[in-house]
């Protein structure tokens, strides 16, 4: 009975999963085995291939897969309901770690690693908030959440636009503000911006009116908002948030106009924005994520202990390539200046790390 289950889960997997080569068939393999380490992705309801959060994620596990010989593959939700069982999919198949994409899958992941306490669990962007209290007892031995300075990113483009800016206005459009990293890119924004400049005018909109299944899937909103933005006379313009924001992204730089990405690099992810594409807001995804993959491989086989709770990535802007010479050397030597700031704690956002929990909105103040 428990080889019959076995081999209902794993069919399961092939079914439902997309294959990681590129297109080809799905290969059998067998992840119970000591000798096979196999590595599962569920996304939100996101694309894999959103150019953006999703994709740069999975470029980590396909990082595992080159360096450390894992079997991967990845699950795309495309209904929330189905969190818990498209978890359980690679779980029930053996898989030795599973990554989960995003906020929103935080209680899910939760719920799987105490069912599958064998089984590695990376949250990215689920701050785990037991992990910071002093009860060891809530502690997940086997589930990290991957975490970034969100506000620090958004601090040091905020301050980027507010120096590049002809117009004194510069504008934000994101997906919705209840998912915490989103509000503290946001946040973080607008904090860096009026650093540099106290009374720029900031226009910020969050995708609100929609679902989660919405909010960072729908790219038409993102460019409408954009342009709403611009003809208010905004000239730089921040997009976060899956492809709505590649959408305000992509508008923006078809109008001419200053475009900040967000997550990774994304001039070379949008090649339709790249000429007017001045930086990107980033979490480095790729490694973080291959960082902690790498790391339960090693506690899998007692060399290290697997870090529970938060593990905080880096985070940073990234180079303005096409734009490198329209932006002045002394732009370029604040940049470095405020980045070692804020590496070092000599300067704070002062961000509140999500939308309830108090304290001050530097975007609406």
Wanted: proline share 5%.
């Amino acid at each position: 009975m428990k080889k019959l289950s076995f081999l209902f889960a794993l069919l399961t997997v092939f079914s439902l999963v997309l294959t990681a080569c590129g297109g080809g068939g799905a290969k059998t393999v067998d992840c119970t085995k000591p000798e096979v380490f196999c590595v599962g992705l569920v996304t939100d309801v996101g694309k894999i291939d959103d150019k953006s959060f999703n994709q740069s994620t999975w470029e980590g596990v396909k990082q595992a897969e080159k360096e450390l010989g894992a079997y991967v593959q990845y699950i795309e939700t495309t209904d929330s309901k189905d969190y818990a069982k498209n978890i359980a999919t690679f779980a029930d198949a053996g898989y030795d770690v599973i990554v989960t994409v995003g906020f929103a899958l935080g209680d899910a992941t939760v719920e799987a690693a105490k069912k599958y306490p064998k089984t590695y669990f990376i949250g990215v962007d689920q701050f785990q908030a037991w992990a910071v209290d002093d009860d060891k007892t809530n502690d997940l031995p086997n589930l990290a959440g991957l975490v970034f300075p969100e506000d620090q990113a958004g601090f040091l483009v905020g301050a980027l636009a507010a120096m590049m800016t002809k117009t004194g206005k510069i504008g934000g459009v994101f997906g919705t503000d209840a998912v915490p990293p989103v509000w503290r890119f946001g946040e973080g924004y607008c904090a860096g911006a009026k650093y540099i400049k106290p009374d720029i005018e900031i226009f910020v909109v969050y995708h609100n009116d929609v679902g989660f299944d919405k909010t960072f899937t729908d790219p038409e909103w993102g460019a409408t908002t954009a342009n709403s933005l611009i003809d208010k006379g905004a000239d730089v313009i921040f997009g976060g948030g899956g492809k709505t924001g590649n959408g305000a992204v992509i508008a923006t730089a078809q109008r001419g106009k200053y475009a900040i990405g967000v997550d990774t690099d994304q001039y070379y992810t949008l090649p339709e924005a790249a000429p007017r594409l001045l930086s990107s807001a980033m979490k480095l995804l790729t490694p973080g994520t291959f960082e902690l993959i790498k790391l339960a491989k090693d506690a899998q086989a007692g060399k290290a202990t697997f870090p529970a709770g938060n593990y905080l990535g880096k985070g940073g802007y990234a180079p303005f390539h096409d734009l490198d010479k329209e932006v002045p050397a002394e732009v370029k030597a604040k940049m470095e200046e405020i980045n070692k700031m804020l590496l070092s704690g000599e300067l704070k956002t002062n961000v509140t790390p999500a939308k309830d929990a108090g304290g001050p909105s530097f975007c609406n103040p």
